[in-house]
């Protein structure tokens, strides 16, 4: 799987690394491109994943405010009903990223 803005890839990881979660594909943190984000200090907090952390991704010159978000300490019913901890995975805006097998 892979991530790309353009022809830049911001993320890449094997399909059986990736955890897809309400039509959204979080890529694990190892397979985010070195300096690919930046926090953001948009505030959010999922009723059942809990806090996020929202990031800019930058690829080149461009910059998506808030293209991606993660749940650094996701809550224990979330990996329940996740099937698996997605801690710290990333997901990116798929309006604006564009998600390839």
């Not at 955890?19 to 200090?41: C, H, K, M, Q, W």
């Not at 224990?76 to 995975?89: C, K, L, Q």
């Amino acid at each position: 799987m892979k991530a790309l803005i353009g022809e830049t890839v911001v993320a890449e990881a094997a399909s059986n690394a990736v955890v897809r979660i309400e039509g959204n594909t979080y890529f694990p943190p190892d397979s985010v491109a070195v300096d690919a984000l930046r926090d953001s200090p948009t505030p959010y907090t999922c009723p059942w994943k809990g806090k996020a952390q929202y990031h800019d991704v930058v690829a080149g010159e461009t910059v998506l405010r808030d293209g991606a978000w993660s749940y650094p300490n996701i809550k224990e019913s979330a990996v329940t009903r996740a099937g698996r901890d997605f801690s710290g995975y990333v997901a990116f805006d798929a309006r604006e990223v564009r998600i390839e097998n």
